[in-house]
């Protein structure tokens, strides 16, 4: 964000614009479009050259909890198309790393290995640590699978991507490191929640400013890990 941007984001004022229903587009569809192109997120986005609006909700986290320093090597899993990275990179001022992974393909940036792949991949863990060469200060993870509609199902797919994710950080992540991760609705599940208590000194839950209201998604913030971690969970 090198452009800088005075206030909050939320009380700009912009011109409303609306969009005429379509016969071949949903409903659905032109409410989607129509709160795009009013979302003053988006809006800002777009002004500062950042690749996603997601990448407010990252420098809300940073804001709060000042977990990104200088030369941290950060591990983005879920980075498509890249707004978090963009804003990792600039908090070290490039001085610093990160490795994302998605499945989707994403523009390189200056200063991010960039894997394209499913996380759950049996390889991946091994691919990234092999980007890494060594130990990460932080893992952040804005990995969301499509919602299937039915609810005990995508809730047990958003576990389970968790559950990865910090699996994963708790292998690679050095002391002191730190984990983000997006979770949903009630907050993290009960036993996930045990699992970073047990490994990080303090574990919040946060609700970005830039979050849509409307939206369940919320993170996980825990930090100080407490390199403890033997192989069980
Ligand atoms: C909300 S977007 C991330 C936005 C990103 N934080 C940014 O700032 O631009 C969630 C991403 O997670 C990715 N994703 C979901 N499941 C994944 C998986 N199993 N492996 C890799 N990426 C995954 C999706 O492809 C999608 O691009």
């Known amino acids: 964000m090198t452009k800088k941007s005075k206030g909050k984001v939320s009380d700009r004022r912009y011109k409303t614009v609306r969009v005429k ?29 950042l690749r996603s609006r997601a990448a407010f909700k990252m420098q809300d986290i940073q804001n709060k909890y000042q977990i990104i320093k200088q030369g941290h090597k950060i591990v983005d899993l879920g980075c498509a198309p890249g707004g978090w990275m963009q804003v ?6 490039n001085k610093g790393s990160v490795v994302g992974i998605d499945l989707l393909e994403v523009e390189p940036i200056n200063g991010a290995t960039i894997l394209q792949g499913d996380f759950t991949d049996d390889d ?6 092999q980007v890494l060469n060594g130990k990460a200060n932080g893992v952040l993870s804005d990995m969301a ?13 958003i576990i389970a991507l968790v559950e990865m994710a910090l699996y994963f950080a708790l292998e690679i992540l050095e002391k002191d490191g730190y984990f983000v991760a997006k979770v949903f609705s009630g907050g993290t599940e009960n036993n ?3 699992i970073l208590k047990k490994h990080f000194t303090k574990v919040f839950h946060y609700k970005p400013p830039s979050s849509r ?18 192989g069980n969970f």
């Open 21 to 49: 229903t379509a016969r071949k587009r949903a409903n659905s569809s032109t409410r989607w479009l129509e709160r795009q192109l009013n979302d003053p997120y988006v809006m800002e986005a777009k002004r500062l050259g």
């Open 88 to 93: 990792a990179l600039e908090i070290m001022n």
């Open 124 to 129: 991946a863990p091994e691919k990234i640590k």
């Open 145 to 157: 699978s499509n919602t299937t509609g039915h609810k005990q199902t995508d809730h047990l797919r």
């Open 192 to 194: 996930i929640l045990r």
């Open 213 to 230: 209201k409307d939206s369940p998604e919320m993170y996980v913030v825990a930090i100080k890990y407490k390199d403890n971690f033997d």
